[in-house]
């Protein structure tokens, strides 16, 4: 399984960002794919994340409100909305896949990784 994350770039505090990911190698049915991000000499933070089925979705509260993510199993795409952007989202944000379909917050829990875009927030 490959993700590849996509979307990221600079943009002012206020706007808006939609970060895809692209999963090929198999089919993202079954799995429970989320969104990390890592500041630079911070750890890497939980974002969201999306089931499959039940397409239950999960949110830091810190984050609720301002993001949304979805996914498109026939198109194995999973989408990151996020809104009034800060500099303090400033981050590389990475997409991961969880064959457990947890949706958890935990990194630990997710086996597949793609390589991150870089999202910068002006001021």
């Known amino acids: 399984v490959q993700l590849q994350a996509s979307g990221g770039g600079v943009v002012q505090a206020g706007d808006s960002l939609t970060l895809s990911c692209k999963v090929s190698?198999?089919?993202?049915?079954?799995?429970?794919v989320g969104w990390f991000r890592q500041a630079p000499g911070k750890e890497r933070e939980f974002v969201a994340a999306?089931?499959?089925?039940?397409?239950?979705?999960y949110y830091p509260e810190a984050l609720k409100g301002r993001c949304t993510v979805s996914r498109d199993n026939a198109g194995n795409m999973v989408s990151l909305q996020m809104n009034s952007l800060k500099p303090e989202d400033t981050a590389v944000y990475y997409c991961?896949?969880?064959?457990?379909?947890?949706?958890?917050?935990?990194?630990?829990?997710?086996?597949?990784w793609g390589q991150g875009t870089q999202v910068t927030v002006s001021s």
């Open positions: 190698g198999r089919t993202i049915g079954t799995y429970a």
């Open positions: 999306i089931t499959w089925g039940g397409y239950k979705t």
């Open positions: 991961a896949a969880d064959p457990a379909n947890s949706g958890s917050s935990f990194s630990e829990r997710y086996r597949y």
